[in-house]
C-alpha cells in the first residue's frame, strides 16, 4: 500500500496557486517582495503571483530573486565548486553539513538552477513552520517536514514515512533530495553525520540487504561555508549550557530569531563545494563484509571525510584557531585588517571577561581547520 504523505508532503502543483491566495496579503509575505523586488509595485508582483501555479515557477520567479537580493544586501559574494560533475535530469541526494535554517537549502538550489540541474525537496524541521504563514511558504518551496519531539513508535513511524518520501522522489520522481548530515544546525563547528540520519534512510528498503538501498541513488556530499555565521551569538547560549552538561530549553521565539538572523545577518563570503558522487566507495563499503551498523558507520565517515575535506576555509577560521590556541601557526593565511575585523566581531558578540564563551565562539570557527586537517590526513 501506497504510504499517505500528506503529513509532511510539499504541495503538489495542482495545490499551488490556491495555497499562494492564502498568503498574497499576508504581511511577511509583502515584507519580503518588498525586499526582493523594491522598485515594483504590490499590485504588480501579487498580479504574477496569483498566476503563478507550479512549485517551480514560484522557486524560479519569487524564490530565487529573494535569495539573489539577500546575497546582495547582506554578503560579498558566493563561489561554488564541483557542479560540473552533475547531470541535468538526474536525481541526487545531496547530505551536506547545516549552518543556517533557510539559507543552505535556497542557496544550494540557486547552484542547480543556475547550472541547468534539477531542484530539490528538502527537508525542514516542523518546529520552524509552526506559523501558518511560514508552513505554507515552505511547502510552496518544496519542502518536507520532519516532526520533532517524537519518541518510541511514534519516531519510528515518522521516520519510516519520511524514508519512503525520499526513496520516492529519488527514485520515482527522479527529484533530488536535500537533508542535513545531522538533525539540526551544527552549532560549534564539528560537522559530522550522524549514523541515525543514514539509518532512517534506509528504513523504506524493502530488499533484504537494507545497505543495497545506497547503490541505487546517487549521493552527493556538500560543503556549506560562511566567512561569518550570521547567527553565531545565537549560538552561545546552547553552547555554553552543553560545556556546563545542562539541559538546553528554547526561547519562545529562538527558532523564528534565528531564521530571520540568518537571512539578513552579515556573512561576507559564501562557498558551496560539491564533493563529487559516491559510486565506487559506495560499492566498497557494499562488499566489506561488515554488519549494516558497520557499513553505516564507514558510510558516515566518508561523508564527513568528504564534506570536512571540501569546506572552504576563510580568514577568520584561521584567525579564531590561531586566537583560540595562542600561536600563529596559521598567520599566512590572513591579514592585519581580517584578524582586526574578526576580534571586532568577537568583542562585539561576546563578553571578553567570559572566558568560556571566547571559548566557545573561537572554536565555532576554528573547528572547521582542525578537521580538515584530520580528513586530509585520512585521505
Same mark, same amino acid.
Given at each position: 500500500?501506497?504510504?499517505?504523505?500528506?503529513?509532511? #508532503?510539499?504541495?503538489?502543483?495542482?495545490?499551488?496557486?490556491?495555497?499562494?491566495?492564502?498568503?498574497?496579503?499576508?504581511?511577511?509575505?509583502?515584507?519580503?517582495?518588498?525586499?526582493?523586488?523594491?522598485?515594483?509595485?504590490?499590485?504588480?508582483?501579487?498580479?504574477?503571483?496569483?498566476?503563478?501555479?507550479?512549485?517551480?515557477?514560484?522557486?524560479?520567479?519569487?524564490?530565487?530573486?529573494?535569495?539573489?537580493?539577500?546575497?546582495?544586501?547582506?554578503?560579498?559574494?558566493?563561489?561554488?565548486?564541483?557542479?560540473?560533475?552533475?547531470?541535468?535530469?538526474?536525481?541526487?541526494?545531496?547530505?551536506?553539513?547545516?549552518? %543556517?535554517?533557510?539559507?543552505?537549502?535556497?542557496?544550494?538550489?540557486?547552484?542547480?538552477?543556475?547550472?541547468?540541474?534539477?531542484?530539490?525537496?528538502?527537508?525542514?524541521?516542523?518546529?520552524?513552520?509552526?506559523?501558518?504563514?511560514?508552513?505554507?511558504?515552505?511547502?510552496?518551496?518544496?519542502?518536507?517536514?520532519?516532526?520533532?519531539?517524537?519518541?518510541?513508535?511514534?519516531?519510528?513511524?515518522?521516520?519510516?514515512?519520511?524514508?519512503?518520501?525520499?526513496?520516492?522522489?529519488?527514485?520515482?520522481?527522479? #527529484?533530488?533530495?536535500?537533508?542535513?548530515?545531522?538533525?539540526?544546525?551544527?552549532?560549534?563547528?564539528?560537522?559530522?553525520?550522524?549514523?541515525?540520519?543514514?539509518?532512517?534512510?534506509?528504513?523504506?528498503?524493502?530488499?533484504?540487504?537494507?545497505?543495497?538501498?545506497?547503490?541505487?541513488?546517487?549521493?552527493?556530499?556538500?560543503?556549506?561555508?560562511?566567512?561569518?555565521?550570521?547567527?553565531?551569538?545565537?549560538?552561545?547560549?546552547?553552547?555554553?549550557?552543553?560545556? #556546563?552538561?545542562?539541559?538546553?530549553?528554547?526561547?519562545?521565539?529562538?527558532?523564528?530569531?534565528?531564521?530571520?538572523?540568518?537571512?539578513?545577518?552579515?556573512?561576507?563570503?559564501?562557498?558551496?563545494?560539491?564533493?563529487?558522487?559516491?559510486?565506487?566507495?559506495?560499492?566498497?563499503?557494499?562488499?566489506?563484509?561488515?554488519?549494516?551498523?558497520?557499513?553505516?558507520?564507514?558510510?558516515?565517515?566518508?561523508?564527513?571525510?568528504?564534506?570536512?575535506?571540501?569546506?572552504?576555509?576563510?580568514?577568520?577560521?584561521?584567525?579564531?584557531?590561531?586566537?583560540?590556541?595562542?600561536?600563529?601557526?596559521?598567520?599566512?593565511?590572513?591579514?592585519?585588517?581580517?584578524?582586526?575585523?574578526?576580534?571586532? #566581531?568577537?568583542?562585539?558578540?561576546? %563578553?571578553?571577561?567570559?572566558?568560556?564563551?571566547?571559548?566557545?565562539?573561537?572554536?565555532?570557527?576554528?573547528?572547521?581547520?582542525?578537521?580538515?586537517?584530520?580528513?586530509?590526513?585520512?585521505?
Amino acid at each position: 500500500m501506497t504510504p499517505n504523505f500528506d503529513s509532511i #508532503r510539499p504541495y503538489y502543483d495542482a495545490e499551488a496557486n490556491a495555497a499562494i491566495r492564502t498568503i498574497v496579503n499576508d504581511p511577511m509575505l509583502e515584507a519580503m517582495m518588498g525586499f526582493t523586488f523594491p522598485s515594483d509595485t504590490q499590485e504588480h508582483w501579487k498580479n504574477l503571483m496569483l498566476h503563478t501555479h507550479s512549485l517551480r515557477d514560484f522557486q524560479i520567479n519569487f524564490i530565487y530573486p529573494a535569495v539573489r537580493k539577500v546575497l546582495e544586501k547582506s554578503s560579498d559574494g558566493l563561489s561554488t565548486g564541483g557542479f560540473e560533475v552533475l547531470e541535468p535530469n538526474t536525481a541526487y541526494l545531496f547530505i551536506s553539513n547545516h549552518r %543556517d535554517i533557510i539559507l543552505d537549502t535556497s542557496l544550494l538550489n540557486a547552484c542547480l538552477y543556475e547550472n541547468g540541474l534539477v531542484l530539490t525537496t528538502s527537508a525542514i524541521g516542523d518546529n520552524l513552520i509552526q506559523k501558518p504563514f511560514l508552513h505554507t511558504l515552505s511547502r510552496l518551496n518544496r519542502n518536507f517536514a520532519i516532526k520533532r519531539g517524537l519518541q518510541g513508535r511514534a519516531l519510528l513511524e515518522s521516520s519510516q514515512l519520511v524514508s519512503a518520501y525520499i526513496r520516492k522522489s529519488l527514485l520515482q520522481e527522479n #527529484r533530488s533530495v536535500w537533508t542535513a548530515q545531522r538533525e539540526g544546525r551544527t552549532k560549534d563547528g564539528n560537522d559530522a553525520t550522524h549514523k541515525g540520519v543514514l539509518k532512517m534512510l534506509t528504513l523504506a528498503e524493502n530488499d533484504s540487504d537494507a545497505f543495497g538501498y545506497f547503490k541505487k541513488i546517487k549521493i552527493v556530499p556538500v560543503s556549506i561555508s560562511y566567512e561569518y555565521d550570521p547567527t553565531d551569538v545565537l549560538k552561545m547560549p546552547e553552547l555554553l549550557a552543553k560545556s #556546563r552538561d545542562e539541559k538546553y530549553v528554547k526561547s519562545e521565539n529562538e527558532d523564528f530569531l534565528n531564521l530571520l538572523r540568518g537571512i539578513i545577518g552579515t556573512k561576507k563570503r559564501i562557498h558551496i563545494q560539491v564533493n563529487g558522487i559516491l559510486d565506487q566507495e559506495i560499492y566498497q563499503i557494499a562488499e566489506s563484509g561488515q554488519n549494516l551498523g558497520e557499513k553505516l558507520s564507514s558510510l558516515a565517515e566518508l561523508i564527513d571525510a568528504k564534506i570536512c575535506g571540501g569546506y572552504k576555509l576563510w580568514p577568520s577560521n584561521y584567525v579564531a584557531h590561531d586566537l583560540l590556541y595562542k600561536d600563529h601557526e596559521y598567520v599566512d593565511k590572513y591579514t592585519a585588517g581580517e584578524k582586526d575585523a574578526f576580534e571586532k #566581531r568577537l568583542l562585539e558578540r561576546v %563578553d571578553p571577561k567570559n572566558q568560556l564563551m571566547v571559548q566557545n565562539f573561537l572554536s565555532m570557527y576554528a573547528n572547521p581547520v582542525n578537521n580538515q586537517k584530520l580528513a586530509l590526513s585520512r585521505s
